[in-house]
């Protein structure tokens, strides 16, 4: 569904991804794993847009999306879940998950499939943002993306600073997902055992470049613990 063919990115005269090449299925979930500053973020924002290729081509579905605004991506299919969660502290979580409808057209309901796959929206939807716990916060970030029915889920570190039980939740609705047979995932992660888990495959980055790739269940025997490691 999403692929990703030698690309090149830079800030100033630094080089950020060096001919960096992958593929996201339909029905599996990339894993992207790397120490910090490796360019893992920088992928993930080339992917949607937010910041220029040098060089190299994304495509999806067979077209080349590269050269399309963030907006453009959005409507054919792309979800985008920022590290940080970036949800609006002082809209309530229903308006939250209406902005992930923005593109849609007026009136257009809430999936209710949301509110199946994470309850306690549900049950805050006139809360503001803000006042979500951060788990909570992380949940709702990941229903906005899911609110338009994206072809592909783009996850940054969605496990960064959230309790165990919310995380268990999130990767059981990742697997669901992947394993509904509709949707590419890339999920980009510092937490290995998180990554292993929900791996069909794996890059390891470093510098910019990828290091290694293979099979999620092989991710023991390749060592790549031992390349993510700090």
């Known amino acids: 569904m999403l692929e990703v063919k030698n690309i090149n990115q830079y800030y100033g005269g630094s080089h950020i991804l060096r001919d960096v090449s992958l593929e996201a299925e339909v029905g599996k979930v990339k894993v992207i794993l790397g120490r910090n500053g490796v360019g893992k973020t920088t992928l993930l924002k080339s992917l949607m847009g937010l910041v220029p290729i040098k060089s190299g081509t994304i495509s999806m579905g067979g077209k080349e999306i590269h050269k399309l605004t963030p907006y453009e991506r959005a409507r054919l299919g792309i979800g985008f879940v920022p590290q940080g969660r970036e949800i609006f502290g002082r809209l ?103 990554a292993q888990e929900l791996a069909d495959d794996y890059i390891v980055m470093e510098r910019g470049a990828v290091l290694a790739r293979g099979m999620g269940q092989n991710m023991e025997v390749d060592g790549v613990r031992g390349l993510v490691a700090i």
């Not at 338009?148 to 996850?155: D, R, S, T």
């Not at 959230?162 to 609705?173: A, C, H, L, N, Y």
Request: charged share 20%; no cysteine; net charge negative.
């Open 92 to 194: 309530t979580v229903e308006e939250n998950l209406r902005m992930g409808l923005a593109y849609k057209s007026a009136g257009t309901p809430i999936p209710a499939e949301l509110f199946e796959l994470f309850p306690v929206l549900q049950q805050m939807l006139h809360r503001r943002g803000g006042d979500l716990s951060g788990g909570q916060q992380q949940q709702l970030a990941i229903a906005r993306a899911l609110a338009a029915g994206p072809k592909v889920l783009i996850l940054d570190e969605p496990t960064e600073g959230i309790q165990p039980s919310i995380i268990k939740d999130i990767g059981r609705v990742i697997r669901m997902l992947a394993d509904r047979g509709d949707m590419a995932i890339l999920l980009v992660e510092q937490y290995y055992d998180f």
